[in-house]
């Protein structure tokens, strides 16, 4: 009889954030090289913001759903592995585009790959942990979105720099552009990756799923007509909190260029490893105080966090603009993105939490769409917008992005607490709970 390779939760854990680490590096890109493309493809701020913003929002969005019921009828780490597996080479494509519209569409190609991994695998960790460590297992998944942010600004300037000084012979066939050769050496280890995930097996699903068939359409919009001020209030909260997620990495560089007058290479090298330190500790700390909290009884804990946490990031958010020297300026982003990052660690698990296994995939698509539409699609499109149309200033960046972000923490600290209000545990995460 052949040997079954036993899960390991926390290897599985492992290999699904180093993917969760490698499509925000793919996806969050685009933050450092907004300069040097806007140059040399004449592109406008408004334009930059679609490519990071609402032309790969909308795929995302479209795609999640129909993935979403996939992952709940369907294997799970092979969805995810196909994913990744698409999206690497899409990102490599980007390399070799030459103008905004072809720079469109392998961005599209991008999120439609992305749009596979994360209801895979919140369903995956949702089965692999008890509630009592679900919320640091999210924390630890969620992140790898940030480490990715990080590190692509940290890549992104090292290969910048090592290809500034080049002549053209450095660069593949089909390229004009140092920042081209980014996307290629950022896209292609993702294949490797994606035969690494391919290899996790797939766990048992919980017993509630085994036990009945996949939830119909009818009663998947029952449950959650049945629970839509909580289920509004964490979607539209996450939503509103990733619009200041979103905005920062998109035009945080920029403000700093054109206020401080940082080249490029030098933003990489400072500002990726704060935005790594800062939201990956806020991450932690949030998960470990929330898991804590719903140890001990408070059923509301997570939801709570998320109104606290986005309360707290709007007051350093309002005051990026005031910031008189370059320093100040770190020390605002970096609180910012602690503060922010706690709603990120409860977000998602309060949503597992409430929702039958039977449903989390599709309750995890909804909530990708919902978070990818307005965060993303949304908040750096604004920030250009605002800065483009009102403000009139290219210098003035930072002024439309502290509105944009502060608004848009404000109003997701007020649907966290209402959903806070009306939140409680679905009967088997609280049996899980009290067990």
């Not at 392998?106 to 790959?113: I, K, Q, T, W």
């Not at 992005?401 to 939140?423: D, G, K, M, P, Q």
Request: aromatic share 8%; glycine share 10%; charged share 10%.
């Amino acid at each position: 009889m052949p040997l079954v390779r036993p899960i390991i939760p926390s290897y599985t854990l492992g290999v699904l954030t180093i993917a969760y680490i490698l499509s925000y590096l793919d996806r969050q890109i685009l933050g450092l090289l907004v300069e040097p493309m806007k140059q040399d493809l004449d592109l406008t701020d408004i334009q930059i913001g679609l490519l990071q913003g609402f032309s790969f929002a909308i795929v995302l969005a479209a795609a999640g759903l129909p993935l979403g019921r996939l992952v709940d009828t369907g294997n799970r780490v092979r969805i995810a592995a196909a994913g990744i597996a698409f999206w690497s080479i899409m990102t490599a494509a980007c390399g070799f585009a030459g103008n905004f519209e072809a720079l469109l569409l392998c961005r599209a190609g991008v999120a439609l790959g992305e749009a596979a991994l994360t209801p895979a695998a919140y369903s995956l960790i949702s089965d692999l942990f008890p509630i009592r460590r679900r919320g640091f297992a999210m924390g630890i998944f969620s992140s790898g979105a940030f480490i990715g942010a990080g590190l692509s600004l940290v890549l992104g300037a090292t290969v910048l720099h090592q290809s500034l000084g080049t002549d053209s012979a450095f660069l593949l066939p089909g390229m004009q552009y140092a920042w081209q050769l980014v996307f290629v050496v950022i896209g292609l280890p993702g294949i490797a990756v994606a035969v690494w995930t391919a290899s996790l097996r797939e766990p048992a699903r919980h017993s509630e799923a085994t036990s009945n068939p996949a939830p119909a359409a009818a009663e998947i919009r029952a449950f959650f007509g049945g629970n839509r001020i909580e289920f509004a209030g964490l979607y539209f909260g996450l939503a509103l909190a990733a619009i200041q997620s979103y905005s920062y990495s998109a035009w945080v560089p920029s403000v700093l260029i054109r206020t401080f007058h940082m080249p490029p290479i030098a933003v990489g090298f400072s500002l990726g490893p704060i935005f790594i330190a800062c939201s990956v500790s806020g991450l932690i700390f949030g998960a470990v105080l929330g898991d804590a909290l719903v140890r001990r009884g408070v059923t509301a804990a997570r939801p709570i966090l998320m109104s606290a946490g986005a309360l707290a990031a709007s007051l350093f958010t309002a005051a990026l603009p005031f910031a008189p020297t370059l320093s100040t300026a770190f020390a605002v982003i970096s609180a910012a993105a602690f503060f922010s990052t706690i709603v990120v660690a409860n977000g998602p698990p309060a949503l597992q939490d409430i929702t039958p296994s039977r449903m989390r995939g599709v309750a995890s698509a909804v909530g990708v769409m919902i978070v990818t539409l307005i965060g993303m699609g949304l908040g750096p499109t604004l920030v250009g917008f605002v800065g483009q149309k009102i403000i009139a200033d290219p210098n003035e960046i930072s002024i439309a992005l502290s509105i944009v972000s502060t608004v848009a923490l404000v109003v997701s600290s007020s649907l966290a607490f209402l959903a806070s209000l009306h939140y409680k545990l679905k009967p088997d995460s609280a049996a899980a709970r009290a067990a």
